[in-house]
């Protein structure tokens, strides 16, 4: 197992990979290039054998920009972790997979995002702090 897995992160990246869904073709580049091996196959709800699109497990991304570079059909996009929720929310993605994983996806990204509220207040805190001394 990998050093930390199954713990809560501590510090966020700036910025998170969000796939827009209906731009993906599944064409596995950026599963190719995923240091951290983040990103993963969604398969068709009707023909699993035929690829719909790739989603990344937020909780695992490290922010490296590798996938969104080396995406051939332009479907991911760096998101402030700030705003990671809206991002997700408005994804896309087939019709049957977006209905049955919504929640579940939204309310990573939402903690995730609260997570990075919470880093931004601190880290504005203590510079306010250091301005002061």
Known sequence: M????????????????????????GCEACIEVCPVDCIYKVPGEDLPSLQSFV??????????????????WDAIDMVDSVAIADAVADKGGPPEFVAKNHERLVAVAKSLQ???LEQKAAAEAAAAAKKKT
């Open 55 to 72: 989603d990344i497990d937020l909780e695992r991304c490290i922010g490296c920009e590798l996938c969104e570079r080396w995406c051939p």
């Open 2 to 25: 990998a050093k930390g897995a199954g713990k809560a992160r501590k510090k966020l990246p700036k910025q998170l990979a969000v796939v827009r869904a209906d731009n993906c073709t």
């Open 114 to 116: 609260d997570l990075a």
